[in-house]
């Protein structure tokens, strides 16, 4: 039997493009390989929500070749990598590693199979479009945040019970009455407010999101909108583990998994 040809870091980057255009990125965004050598071999592969301390000192341990990390390492242009803060660090040790770097970002938020499809999938939306479609029309129908129509309508109440048992989370926080209606929700997955207006826009009674402002949820409340927030991690990190299964179900050869030290630094105290 022939040996397995090896697994490239260009091969993994070409997957995720089609997996996850980054044409369908934000402008504002830094997407797709952002450390790395394209002609470098990857046997082990680990994804994370963001690269912090602890999934560097993971993914050295554990001798990983690549991270897909779902929020961008760099995310904003540098001027100088040192050891003398966090991110410098981080890409210091990861450079001198060999590991490399990618980042789907907002392409993923945004992508056929990506978070908010993901989120509104799950939770049984029917319909699901995108709340704001792309403008490139070889992109279409594809675009950012999700909106849908419930198979019968709940009560707030109902419905965020819906969220968290999805999500498998302790609480969510909520805008609005319990024994409001929502019958057409919309998802937009981490910082989110923006989507707010075009929700209601395209009449929906409810926006699920990671997390937004005090003065968005107040607007919200005039507005008769309900919001669900279920904290910017939660809203995000369920979709690396997906991830991770994915890539190793399309390179069985490659081993993959969603790194195991990645917690929400957010803390509930009582």
Same mark, same amino acid.
């Given at each position: 039997?022939?040996?397995?040809?090896? @697994?490239?870091?260009?091969?993994?980057?070409?997957?995720?493009?089609? %997996?996850?255009?980054?044409?369908?990125?934000?402008?504002?965004?830094?997407?797709? /390989?952002?450390?790395?050598?394209?002609?470098?071999?990857?046997?082990?592969?680990?994804?994370?929500?963001?690269?912090?301390?602890?999934?560097?000192?993971?993914?050295? @341990?554990?001798?990983?070749?690549?991270?897909?990390?779902?929020?961008?390492?760099?995310?904003?242009?540098?001027?100088?990598?040192?050891?003398?803060?966090?991110?410098?660090?981080?890409?210091?040790?990861?450079?001198?590693?060999?590991?490399?770097?990618?980042?789907?970002?907002?392409?993923?938020?945004?992508?056929?199979?990506?978070?908010? $499809? $993901?989120?509104?999938?799950? #939770?049984?939306?029917?319909? @699901?479009? =995108?709340?704001?479609?792309?403008?490139?029309?070889?992109?279409?129908?594809?675009?950012?945040?999700?909106?849908?129509?419930?198979?019968?309508?709940?009560?707030?109440?109902?419905?965020?019970?819906?969220?968290?048992?999805?999500?498998?989370?302790?609480? &969510?926080?909520? &805008?609005?009455?319990?024994?409001?209606?929502?019958?057409?929700?919309?998802?937009?997955?981490?910082?989110?407010?923006?989507?707010?207006?075009?929700?209601?826009?395209?009449?929906?009674?409810?926006?699920?999101?990671?997390?937004?402002? %005090?003065?968005?949820?107040?607007?919200?409340?005039?507005?008769? &909108?309900? /919001?669900?927030? &279920?904290?910017?991690?939660?809203?995000?990190?369920?979709?690396?583990?997906? #991830?991770?299964?994915?890539?190793?179900?399309? %390179? =069985?050869?490659?081993?993959?998994?969603?790194? !195991?030290? !990645?917690?929400?630094?957010?803390?509930?105290?009582?």
């Amino acid at each position: 039997m022939n040996a397995s040809l090896p @697994i490239t870091v260009d091969q993994l980057c070409r997957h995720l493009d089609q %997996f996850a255009p980054t044409a369908l990125a934000e402008s504002w965004d830094n997407v797709g /390989l952002l450390v790395g050598d394209r002609a470098a071999q990857v046997d082990k592969l680990m994804t994370c929500l963001t690269i912090t301390p602890e999934v560097v000192e993971e993914a050295l @341990i554990s001798d990983a070749s690549m991270i897909v990390s779902h929020h961008p390492l760099p995310f904003r242009a540098l001027k100088r990598i040192t050891a003398d803060d966090t991110v410098g660090r981080m890409l210091l040790r990861l450079i001198t590693a060999g590991v490399a770097i990618y980042s789907p970002h907002t392409g993923f938020d945004s992508a056929a199979y990506g978070i908010n $499809q $993901q989120l509104a999938a799950g #939770l049984g939306f029917s319909q @699901i479009a =995108p709340l704001k479609p792309c403008d490139d029309p070889n992109l279409a129908p594809l675009g950012s945040g999700r909106y849908g129509k419930l198979s019968a309508p709940l009560t707030l109440g109902k419905f965020a019970a819906a969220v968290r048992d999805f999500l498998k989370i302790d609480y &969510v926080q909520a &805008v609005g009455d319990a024994g409001q209606t929502v019958a057409q929700p919309a998802v937009a997955c981490g910082a989110a407010g923006e989507f707010l207006g075009t929700a209601i826009a395209k009449g929906c009674d409810c926006l699920l999101l990671g997390e937004t402002n %005090f003065h968005t949820s107040l607007e919200a409340k005039a507005q008769g &909108v309900a /919001l669900v927030l &279920v904290g910017h991690y939660a809203s995000e990190r369920f979709a690396v583990e997906t #991830l991770a299964d994915q890539l190793a179900e399309e %390179f =069985p050869d490659l081993k993959c998994w969603a790194s !195991e030290r !990645e917690t929400d630094p957010i803390k509930l105290f009582s």
